[in-house]
């Protein structure tokens, strides 16, 4: 499957010397245009189906160690703001694009994503045959590559494929630590709203305990909107710091890398939590490791969920909901053990996509039901865990 694509990896409509390559682990070469800072960055090689929120994904920390494919062709066009992002700190390593950046039409846009992502120090490249390095994606599973991007266009290919070769890759990597806050902070912003941004929760009626991993601020926000002070900690963060806070529940983040590896450090204080009896909601990693303090498992998959369009049917309801997903490792069903209730599936690939404690209030989905910009049919959700911290605290 190796082949170094010299033609239609770049804009046929330019006589522009290439100024970019994405190379991958097994010699694949992708030539492009350089977008971004001037550099050479390393990850995962993945792609994302969504067609909105390139913004949102960029700065997801779930994304952290990967470089981000957008299959839609037209990344760019609404510019940048201020306002839709996931987190300052670290978050994609690159992206890949098929066109090019053209100028912001949007009335939100505060300039040229360009700008932005210099601004960010990003690299990436567009110009490439982002259908085809899918289809390889698709095909070989996701590839370890590096984005390099020099404005002379000269390159040391075998020496950036030993680089793609000889990372380390996501499986075994522990990524929570990276992306975490490194102190306890308190978050009281609420929902975005036509003509007046972001609100500010000053009368909340619950506390909640958010074990960051990797959070989004939009997951802070939907904690917020239903009246909950939020207390976010460090991923490192131990059962009697969290009770000392005294939670009216926990909440466990999203995040980058190895389920397996963070819950080196996570899994015996999710237990605890779990044995408390404290109300407990997991979302992505969140979701993942709860299953491991339970005696599940989760694998490595071929290529992974993300996008915005991925279909989950609610196994208690029969409700099937469109929901918006990132992760590259599951909990495996065969593995989940008596007293654990699979809630969710993929009307994808069958996964099993959320998981419920039988006769506690502690659940967890795969996927984002904070999802901005969407689609929003599963932030339902969030008002599960507050009616079950309300009846635990009643």
Same mark, same amino acid.
């Given at each position: ?14 006589? *522009? ?13 992708? *030539? ?13 090689? $993945?792609?994302? &189906? ?69 601004? =960010? ?9 982002? =259908? ?17 991007? =020099? ?53 909340? &009626? ?55 590896? &963070? ?7 999710? *237990?605890? $939590? ?9 979302? $992505? ?98 008002? *599960? ?10």
């Amino acid at each position: 499957m190796s082949y170094e694509n010299n033609g239609d990896a770049v804009d046929l409509n330019s006589e *522009r010397t290439a100024t970019a390559v994405l190379v991958l682990g097994d010699g694949t070469v992708f *030539r492009g245009f350089g977008v971004g800072i001037e550099g050479e960055t390393v990850g995962e090689v $993945c792609f994302n &189906t969504a067609m909105t929120g390139y913004q949102e994904s960029l700065t997801d920390p779930s994304f952290a160690g990967q470089i981000i494919t957008f299959t839609f062709p037209h990344i760019g066009n609404v510019g940048f703001n201020d306002e839709d992002i996931e987190t300052q700190g670290r978050a994609a390593n690159g992206l890949v694009i098929r066109a090019s950046i053209t100028d912001p039409a949007n009335w939100r846009a505060a300039g040229p994503l360009n700008d932005w992502l210099i601004a =960010r120090g990003l690299i990436g490249i567009s110009g490439v045959d982002t =259908r085809r390095l899918t289809h390889y994606i698709r095909k070989a599973g996701a590839p370890n590559g590096v984005i390099a991007h =020099r404005k002379d266009g000269k390159f040391d290919i075998p020496a950036l494929q030993k680089k793609a070769a000889e990372w380390q890759g996501l499986e075994g990597m522990d990524l929570a630590k990276v992306v975490s806050c490194t102190e306890p902070y308190e978050w009281t912003e609420t929902a975005w709203r036509l003509n007046s941004g972001y609100g500010r929760q000053d009368a909340p &009626t619950r506390h909640i305990v958010a074990v960051d991993y990797g959070v989004k601020r939009n997951i802070l926000r939907c904690l917020a909107e239903l009246g909950c002070r939020i207390t976010v900690v460090p991923a490192t963060t131990t059962f009697e710091e969290i009770t000392a806070l005294k939670p009216d529940g926990v909440f466990l983040a999203n995040g980058p890398g190895d389920p397996v590896a &963070t819950g080196e450090y996570a899994v015996p204080v999710i *237990r605890s $939590c779990i044995d408390s009896g404290m109300p407990v909601f997991g979302i $992505c990693l969140g979701h993942q490791m709860l299953a491991l303090a339970v005696g599940a498992k989760t694998i490595k998959m071929h290529q992974g969920h993300r996008g915005g369009n991925q279909p989950v049917k609610d196994l208690v309801t029969g409700r099937v909901e469109i929901t918006s997903q990132n992760h590259g490792f599951v909990v495996t069903r065969e593995s989940l053990p008596d007293g654990v209730t699979e809630t969710h599936k993929s009307l994808f690939d069958d996964v099993v996509e959320g998981i419920s404690l039988d006769g506690r209030p502690v659940f967890s989905v795969q996927y984002h039901p904070e999802a901005s910009p969407g689609p929003q049919d599963s932030q339902y959700l969030f008002q *599960r865990f507050i009616d079950l911290v309300d009846r635990k605290n009643a």
